[in-house]
């Protein structure tokens, strides 16, 4: 399909933003990358999931100890997600671009796949939010309606009661089923995967051996299949559902838009940064707790319009992305607390599968 163009107009939102967010940076001399608080942090969350693994894996605690391990690990991957490899594969975590890629990387051993991600993610996620067609974190067809341009089933109106089911195997089915799917089909949506070289081809086969190895081959042989199963379902289920809400709340809830292709020219009706505010929501970003676990996901809008700048720095950028959005009467979506973008979702998913 044809990529769709934005609007251009003299004296951008996104052109002043960005002059007003390099001013920042001057006066207050920091780097836009990670500081020692991120890489410290990173090395926690690493260090926690090799000892939870080990200790499942090799030392078998008993049944109640290894569910709740299980909890957590699951819930260690989704945090590495978050706050390891996001900001890599933006080029946000270190200024060094090594450092980037390890961190990125780390996404393989999890059992995803960094080409991938970079492709699905980074360009046409961050590009094309919310664009029913292109963007493909909206498009769980036929099992969820997230569009109102999307064709609506039946069950669709119960999507707001079965979507926790669905979200839980997320992670089962990007490791085991979506990224080979694009692998196969060369796409990722309707729009075209960018070539793979041989190093990418064997990263892809490579780390997928390596991560089955990991997460079946040894603990099937350590444990037994039958508490092997269990525990990877309890696991693979935690990470799922929380990968899958966190970055759900940001996009699909009630008060975000979801902008259509002008058919005849193929073009969006505004400017890459207004569109970027129009289809992404904050929530609970006064909540240190919450941002420190998630990397700064809450903060979707400034990572939004500034997907290089790493997370540590959102509290700062928000200050400022709200005053100019007051100046150039633009809304700034966001939810004071977690259970108000959850109840929004809930209720968005409710309206999806009514109309």
């Not at 090799?50 to 008993?62: C, D, G, K, M």
């Not at 379902?233 to 809400?245: C, D, E, Q, T, W």
């Not at 709340?249 to 008060?255: G, P």
């Amino acid at each position: 399909m044809t990529t769709p163009k934005f609007a251009t107009v003299p004296h951008s939102f996104h052109t002043e933003l960005k002059k007003r967010i390099r001013e920042y940076f001057e006066e207050v001399g920091k780097s836009t990358t990670g500081n020692y608080n991120l890489f410290i942090k990173a090395i926690l969350w690493m260090a926690g999931f090799i000892f939870v693994y080990i200790h499942l894996v090799f030392f078998t605690p008993s049944a109640p100890w290894a569910i709740i391990e299980c909890v957590l690990l699951g819930g260690i991957v989704a945090a590495i997600g978050f706050n390891v490899m996001h900001d890599g594969a933006h080029g946000s975590f270190s200024k060094y671009k090594w450092v980037n890629g390890f961190a990125a990387f780390s996404l393989n051993l999890l059992g995803g796949n960094s080409f991938m991600w970079n492709m699905k993610h980074n360009v046409i996620h961050h590009s094309y939010t919310n664009v029913d067609g292109v963007d493909d974190d909206i498009d769980l067809q036929p099992w969820l309606r997230m569009s109102a341009t999307q064709k609506r089933y039946r069950f669709h109106k119960y999507q707001h009661f079965y979507f926790w089911f669905l979200y839980s195997l997320f992670y089962l089915f990007w490791i085991f089923v979506l990224d080979f799917q694009k692998y196969f089909r060369r796409k990722i949506g309707n729009m075209p995967l960018k070539k793979m070289k041989l190093k990418d081809h064997l990263v892809f086969w490579g780390f997928k051996i390596v991560h089955y190895f990991l997460f079946i081959g040894i603990p099937i042989y350590r444990l037994g299949f039958i508490d092997w199963l269990i525990g990877f379902l309890i696991f693979a289920s935690v990470a799922g559902l929380v990968l899958s809400l966190v970055f759900q709340l940001a996009h699909t809830v009630e008060h975000t838009s979801f902008p259509a292709v002008n058919a005849d020219d193929g073009k969006m009706e505004d400017e890459w940064a207004i569109h970027q505010l129009k289809t992404t929501a904050n929530f609970a970003t006064k909540n240190k707790l919450v941002s420190w676990l998630l990397g700064g996901l809450n903060f979707q809008i400034e990572h939004h319009l500034f997907p290089k700048i790493s997370h540590v720095h959102y509290p700062a950028m928000s200050r400022i992305i709200k005053k100019a959005c007051v100046e150039y009467g633009l809304v700034y979506i966001e939810y004071k607390r977690v259970h108000h973008a959850l109840v929004s979702h809930v209720s968005f998913l409710r309206q999806m599968g009514k109309n």
